[in-house]
């Protein structure tokens, strides 16, 4: 149980982080070593990570850190 909540946990700061500074890039909105988003963008982040979670977790069984920390039955 406490592994599936970990996993969880990294699973949202992996796809917050990495999808973040791709969006941020792909918009111009990366300076250095940071990103910001606002507006229509944060809305694009957010779908973003709820379909990460639903299409890994549906269809690819198991998201990435679900799979390093196996907790996917």
Request: aromatic letters at 18%.
């Amino acid at each position: 149980m406490v592994r599936r909540v970990i996993a969880a946990i990294l699973d949202f700061i992996t796809v917050f982080f990495v999808g973040g500074f791709a969006i941020a890039y792909a918009t111009g909105n990366a300076s250095g070593g940071s990103f910001k988003l606002e507006g229509s963008t944060a809305i694009v982040l957010f779908v973003l990570i709820a379909v990460y979670f639903f299409v890994f977790t549906r269809f690819l069984g198991g998201t990435l850190w679900q799979r390093i920390l196996r907790t996917r039955r």
